[in-house]
C-alpha cells in the first residue's frame, strides 16, 4: 500500500493517525500477514458498541431500554458497517493474501466490516476513547434515528411473520442455495420464499441466520413496496 492510500483514508476518517502503522495493520486480513487485524477489530467491536450506546442515550430520549439495544443492534451489524466501509471507500486499501483478494475477499462484507471495526480499534489506540468515539459519531452521523429505524430494529424473520400471518398466510421457506469463500470464512446465499404470492428473494450473510435475516429484510422490504 503506498503512503497516498493511508494519507487519503486519514483525510476520509477526519483522524490524523500518530502512529501510522496502526492504521496499515488495521487494514490487513490474516490471510496477508500474521501481523493482521483480528486484535483491533476485537477491540474496536466494543469501543463501537459505547460510542453508539452513548449516541443513541443522547438522540433516543424516551426509548426504554429494550428498544435501545434493538436500534443498537441494527446500527453495529454487518450490513450497516458493510455499507459504511464501502463509502470510506476501504475495498482499494485492504491487504489481503493472493487467494483471497481473487476470491473476491476485497468486497465481502464480513471482512470490510471487521476492517472498520479495527480501524475504530486502531483510533481508540492511537489517540483514546474520545477521538475514537467522535469518529463513531461522524460515521454515523448520517444515519436517521426516527421512530422508522425502531421499527426497523424488529427481528426481519420475526416482522416477516407476523406480516404474514396477518394476512392468514404460510410460513415463509428458508433454503441455502449455495456458499462462497474459504472454509474459514464462508458467505451463505439463501432465498426466502412466499409460496402464496409466488415470490422469492435472496440474501447473504457471514452464517445461515444472517443470510436469512438478510433474505426476510429483503421479501418483507418487496412486499410492503408493492402494497400486497
Given at each position: 500500500m503506498q503512503p497516498a492510500s493511508l494519507s487519503t483514508l486519514q483525510q476520509r476518517l477526519q483522524h490524523q493517525f500518530s502512529d501510522a502503522s496502526l492504521l496499515q495493520r488495521a487494514l490487513t486480513h490474516r490471510s496477508f500477514s500474521a501481523d493482521h487485524n483480528e486484535r483491533?477489530?476485537?477491540l474496536g467491536d466494543s469501543v463501537l458498541s459505547l460510542a453508539v450506546s452513548s449516541l443513541l442515550f443522547r438522540r433516543m430520549r424516551d426509548l426504554p431500554e429494550g428498544e435501545l439495544s434493538r436500534v443498537r443492534a441494527l446500527l453495529v451489524k454487518q450490513d450497516s458497517l458493510h455499507q459504511i466501509a464501502v463509502r470510506l471507500q476501504l475495498p482499494p486499501v485492504l491487504r489481503l493474501g493472493?487467494?483471497?483478494?481473487?476470491?473476491?475477499?476485497?468486497l465481502r462484507p464480513s471482512i470490510l466490516a471487521d476492517a472498520l471495526e479495527a480501524i475504530i480499534g486502531a483510533v481508540y489506540l492511537d489517540a483514546g476513547?474520545?477521538?475514537?468515539?467522535?469518529?463513531?459519531?461522524?460515521l454515523f452521523e448520517g444515519v436517521e434515528l426516527s421512530p422508522r429505524l425502531q421499527e426497523a430494529a424488529k427481528d426481519a424473520k420475526t416482522a416477516l411473520q407476523e406480516w404474514l400471518q396477518g394476512r392468514k398466510m404460510n410460513l415463509p421457506q428458508y433454503r441455502v442455495v449455495s456458499t462462497t469463500g474459504a472454509a474459514h470464512n464462508q458467505?451463505?446465499?439463501?432465498?426466502?420464499?412466499v409460496?402464496?404470492?409466488q415470490r422469492v428473494e435472496r440474501g447473504s450473510g457471514a452464517s445461515r441466520r444472517a443470510a436469512e435475516q438478510a433474505a426476510a429484510s429483503a421479501m418483507l422490504a418487496q412486499l410492503k413496496a408493492k402494497n400486497v
Open positions: 483491533l477489530e476485537f493472493e487467494g483471497e483478494a481473487k476470491s473476491g475477499g476485497k476513547y474520545e477521538c475514537a468515539e467522535q469518529l463513531v459519531h461522524r458467505v451463505f446465499h439463501v432465498e426466502c420464499e409460496v402464496e404470492l
